[in-house]
Every structure is written in structure tokens, then in C-alpha cells.
């Protein structure tokens, strides 16, 4: 009997020695796991609002997201025109390439066309896609006002002054620029009629 008694005390001992020692690794486990989780401070960071209806007709402005600049430019009519009849020209004019990250508001023609889900509103991480040099804004269309730094059938844009890259006013690389790609969008949606959240 007593063998019996001690024996099931040994396996009771057992037992909780066990759950204690799976409980005291988890209560381990837990902060350490925590702390590979993203800061507060970084997670803020991950997005950005931004009103676009502080952006003047025609300007460009630069905003931050991620550490990132950012364009934000309010297209005048004119320059929403400049969109259209220079497809030849652009390396990838329906924005396909890698454009996976945006894919779920680039749903139409239209929204591929323009690179933004309003067309007067174009927003795009502000970095050529050559070597991350920031472009120069030089939207009104020829050669008339930027000289030899645009080609003669200049359809408006930008001009990146490091190694030459061209992007049209929908920040679509133009052919024989050593960048790959079209600028970089980003997810962003509007909260309000004017208000976006970026990322």
C-alpha cells in the first residue's frame, strides 16, 4: 500500500513539476516574442494622413511616409491632358510591372492610367527608381521652359538631373531612362473627400 501511495505522490510531483516548468518557459517566451513585435512609435510611422486639399491647383508638395518622401501633386486640367498620346514613349505605360502593392485601387483603366484613384491627385514615393536620386518637377509640356534637359517632344513630368531618367506627369518612366520603373505608389484611400492614409 504504501508503495502504492508513494508512487502516485511521485507521479503528482511529476506532474506539477512539468506544468510549472511549461508555465515558467512560456511566461519566457512571451516578452522575448514581444519584443520582436514593431514599436508603437514605428507602427504610427507605417501611415501617414495627409490632405490633399491643402495642395494649391498645379503644386507639388512633399510629404513624409516611412522615412520616405512622397509627391503629392493636385493636377491642373491642363496637365491631367498631358496624360494621353505618348504611350509609345513609356516603358510601361498601364502600370503593370510592380505595381502588385497598389493592385487592390488600380482596378480600372482609368486609375492605371492616372496612378491615383482621384485623377487630379497624384500620390507617389518621390524617388527615382535608378538609384533613388529625388526627380525634378517639370510639368508643362515641350522644350520651352526646361531646355536641353527634356527631349524636344517633352509631354511633361519629371526630369531626375542625376543620370537622366524621364517619368511623364502620371510618373511613368519614359524609354531610354536608366530606370527600371515607374515611380513607386504606395496603398493608400481616402478617409474624407480630401483626407488619405498612406500605407
Not at 501611415?47 to 493636377?75: C, H, M, S
Not at 530606370?179 to 488619405?196: F, I, Q
Request: aromatic share 8%; with cysteine.
Amino acid at each position: 500500500m504504501t508503495d502504492q501511495t508513494d508512487q502516485s505522490r511521485r507521479n503528482f510531483l511529476y506532474v506539477a513539476a512539468g506544468g510549472m516548468g511549461a508555465v515558467a518557459a512560456g511566461a519566457a517566451v512571451v516578452p522575448f516574442l514581444g519584443s520582436m513585435l514593431p514599436a508603437a512609435d514605428t507602427l504610427a510611422a507605417s501611415k501617414t494622413e495627409y490632405d490633399v486639399a491643402t495642395v494649391q491647383e498645379g503644386q507639388l508638395v512633399v510629404i513624409q511616409w516611412q522615412g520616405k518622401p512622397v509627391f503629392v501633386v493636385n493636377r491642373t486640367p491642363e496637365y491631367l491632358a498631358e496624360v494621353d498620346g505618348h504611350d509609345d514613349m513609356l516603358k510601361d505605360p498601364n502600370s503593370e510591372h510592380i505595381e502588385a502593392v497598389s493592385a487592390e485601387w488600380m482596378d480600372t483603366p482609368e486609375k492605371r492610367k492616372y496612378r491615383s484613384i482621384k485623377p487630379e491627385y497624384l500620390v507617389v514615393v518621390a524617388s527615382c527608381t535608378h538609384l533613388g536620386c529625388i526627380p525634378l518637377f517639370k510639368p508643362t509640356k515641350g522644350r520651352t521652359d526646361w531646355g536641353e534637359s527634356v527631349p524636344e517632344n517633352w509631354p511633361g513630368g519629371w526630369h531626375c538631373p542625376c543620370h537622366g531618367s524621364l517619368y511623364d506627369i502620371s510618373a511613368r518612366v519614359i524609354k531610354g531612362s536608366p530606370a527600371p520603373d515607374n515611380l513607386h505608389l504606395m496603398p493608400y484611400k481616402y478617409l474624407t473627400d480630401t483626407k488619405v492614409l498612406i500605407g
